[in-house]
């Protein structure tokens, strides 16, 4: 999984902390971690095209949370930056050589067995984190740091 | 994931229809699918460092399972394949820069809650694949074509 996923997961919740008419630069939403600008630019325009964030050109220009942090999963962030590709890689070796010489009724033909098992498992990730938003995130970080949201508002406003 | 996953998943329910004192070659598991013999036997040998199967040299040497297909789970195989390392990477930007010197009591320094987001939904996928062994899958197969232990048995007979 690319690291732009951690990036840009950490990019929303602050966005969800600062003023909702706000639209924040990727220069400074980059330099809040000491991240290289262009490249979370590139992640932030992956958001912008889900829908997570929405760009806005000009010198007041920047980004902002597409949608209410509640409707932003962990998923949408991740299927955003990384793409919705399983981890499984099937190739479809059973198809081949004497393996794929084994007849099989027209009524048994299924998925194959392995390739199965590997997409519940990932059903059972996704929706791990298609249950967990942005907003829940960030009412995490200030259970752990009550000052956080303040924090990163005032830091974003002196922009 | 690597490829290799596949086969060796593959392999494994193979290896579980052969005689149990029967040693099979990796040219010949290779063969069954057309795969490289070379990269299959680096597979093969991956999951003997884990356990999963043992190897035998000599003239009627190859390789077997090395427990019962009911304790070999497929995150046994996928985690001998390839590694057990987690799909999110946490890179720790939470620490850097402004970000890092937002100060957080000691009583509430805590693992990153994206890490920790990611990691419930990785053991959600670990879990899923841990309950699924070789044997439920061997089973699996049968239930679509119920021919298929015995063509495979047959099969690696005529070694």
């Known amino acids: 999984m690319r690291e732009g996923v951690e990036w840009a997961a950490h990019c929303c919740i602050n966005l969800s902390w600062v003023a909702p008419e706000k639209a924040v630069t990727a220069a400074r939403l980059a330099a809040f971690y000491e991240l290289p600008t262009a490249y979370l630019n590139k992640q932030l325009n992956a958001l912008g ?8 050109s ?19 962030v991740a299927a955003a930056i990384d793409g919705s590709a399983q981890a499984f890689l099937c190739t479809g070796i059973r198809h ?3 393996a794929g010489e084994l007849a099989v009724p027209e009524e048994h033909r299924t998925r194959c067995t ?6 519940l498992a990932d059903l059972a990730w996704r929706r791990q984190l298609a249950a967990r938003t942005v907003a829940d995130l ?7 740091n009550p000052a956080a ?4 508002r005032h830091w974003f406003d002196r922009n």
């Open 114 to 119: 392995v390739a199965r098992a590997f997409s």
């Open 49 to 56: 095209r889900a829908g997570i964030v929405s760009s806005q």
């Open 149 to 152: 949201s303040d924090y990163v």
């Open 96 to 98: 081949r050589g004497p």
């Open 138 to 144: 960030a009412a995490e970080v200030r259970r752990a």
């Open 58 to 76: 000009g010198p007041r220009g920047g980004f902002r949370l597409g949608r209410g942090p509640d409707q932003i999963s962990l998923m949408d």
